[in-house]
């Protein structure tokens, strides 16, 4: 590809739609090579209507939105421990989901099983105690349906222990790298390893091309859109952006607005103000959005919570 560009002339990018997914090797190797690259994001849909659809076509709109200056996104580099965390969090995530399908078939399980063996387990209390008792069921030939109940208990009880320790090893690995990449976000009130390491996905190895604060609001679906139309002046809710991270966010709010002080005086505030909780949490994830850009982004300009 490389020969095939330059044999039309100096090449000053290459522009590269899907560079986290499809187009993550090429990215990288074009950037090994010392070349800039952009991101290109889906071409308009009216325009695709208009023009249709194919490699051609796509490639065509790609190079135009560079030359035009319409696509100046940076890529995510996709080298280093983010890229890291990124593994380990997709692999994690994926265990926790099917943990949970794990625990809701065992209940499932009981609730229809035979008298005699719900009655056994009533007693026990806990996830953990519940899921290790019926790993230890030893259910013998299946010829009645209490044998097969135990059987597939003790099959999804298993299964839901390995899953938890698996997420703990994610866990484990995860808190080492987050500590090491980002030692100040993980002591700020509130923000846990999983959270942390959310918001370390959303910036990616590269920080700087994130340039300002609004930015990371917006890739994290927090600032507010315009709505306006003639006299009247308002704003609406951001539906976009990285929702994992949105998430985090809330998380992290929610979390500050029970244990930690400057935010509950800040929520008795504008509670007095008129302010909706709602509305108050919205406003609350744009502070700390502006506080973990000040930490990932710009490190000499961390802005806390104000009190």
Not at 230 to 252: D, E, K, P, Y
Request: proline share 5%.
């Amino acid at each position: 590809m490389e020969v095939w560009a330059r044999a039309f002339g100096p090449v000053r990018a290459f522009g590269i739609e899907g560079t986290g997914s499809y187009g993550a090797g090429l990215a990288r190797n074009l950037q090994t090579s010392g070349y800039r690259i952009l991101e290109v994001n889906r071409p308009d849909r009216s325009a695709r209507r208009r023009k249709g659809k194919d490699d051609a076509i796509d490639a065509e709109a790609a190079a135009r939105a560079v030359l035009s200056g319409q696509a100046t996104a940076q890529p995510k580099s996709g080298n280093s421990s983010v890229e890291m965390m990124r593994h380990l969090k997709v692999a994690r995530d994926a265990a926790v989901k099917a943990k949970t399908q794990a625990m809701l078939t065992l209940k499932s399980i009981i609730i229809s099983a035979p008298e005699e063996l719900r009655e056994q387990l009533e007693s026990i209390r806990g996830k953990v105690a519940l899921a290790r008792h019926l790993a230890s069921l030893q259910p013998g030939p299946i010829t009645s349906t209490t044998a097969s109940a135990k059987a597939a208990l003790a099959a999804t009880a298993r299964r839901w222990l390995a899953l938890r320790h698996e997420i703990q090893e994610h866990d484990r690995a995860l808190e080492t790298l987050v500590s090491t990449a980002a030692p100040d976000l993980i002591t700020a009130p509130g923000i846990a390893t999983a959270t942390a390491a959310e918001m370390l996905l959303l910036v990616g190895d590269n920080p700087e091309r994130i340039r300002s604060e609004g930015a990371l609001a917006k890739l994290c679906g927090a600032c507010p859109i315009p709505a306006s139309s003639g006299r009247t002046s308002r704003h609406r809710l951001n539906r976009g952006g990285n929702r994992q991270a949105n998430a985090a966010l809330h998380r992290i709010v929610v979390t500050r607005m029970r244990l930690h002080q400057p935010t509950k005086d800040y929520v008795v505030r504008r509670t007095k103000d008129g302010k909706t909780t709602k509305e108050i949490m919205r406003c609350l994830k744009r502070y700390v959005a502006r506080e973990i850009f000040g930490v990932l982004c710009k490190p000499s300009q961390a802005a806390p919570i104000p009190a």
